[in-house]
């Protein structure tokens, strides 16, 4: 009976430390550590959704945060390339920078024009989205990301 006393209060021990953890916070409460996958993505027209493009056949992304740093995977069983990122991240008044430090081979071939990717970003309490801006600051697209851990 002591071992299963003694097992329980480590495992609401270690709950209440990742929890702790999760709830740190960057800016306004803005916190993505976790892991996330990709539902699905919008396209804006005239600052509206106008479409929603479902993942398919088998597309999956996912993408992981911790207190600094990023790492994502696309599989995308109709595309022979390997997709996949680690950087650092930061969120500051409601925008999120990604700057990679490597990469797959197709996406370093995307780094070397982009070094700095920014998204206006929208969180939830179990999902959020990143939101690609125009020139002119209008949306373009976003994916939107749920919580899986």
């Known amino acids: 009976m002591k071992k299963v006393i003694l097992i329980l209060c480590c495992v609401i021990g270690a709950i209440a430390f990742i929890s702790a953890d999760k709830n740190t916070t960057s800016d306004n409460d803005m916190s993505l550590v976790g892991v ?12 509206q959704v106008s479409d929603t493009l479902m993942n398919l056949n088998g597309y999956r992304q996912v993408k992981i945060y911790t207190k600094e740093k990023v790492m994502w995977t696309r599989f995308n069983p109709a595309d022979s390339n390997e997709w996949f990122g680690y950087g650092t991240y930061h969120i500051k008044d409601g925008v ?18 982009v070094q700095v990717f920014r998204f206006d970003l929208v969180v939830g309490k179990n999902s959020y989205s990143q939101i690609v801006l ?3 600051g209008d949306p373009e697209s976003s994916e939107n990301y749920t919580r899986i851990e």
């Open 96 to 113: 999120l920078e990604e700057r990679l430090e490597y990469a797959s081979d197709a996406m370093m071939r995307i780094v070397d024009t």
């Open 36 to 47: 996330w996958e990709l539902q699905h993505q919008y396209l804006y027209e005239n600052r």
């Open 134 to 136: 125009d020139e002119k």
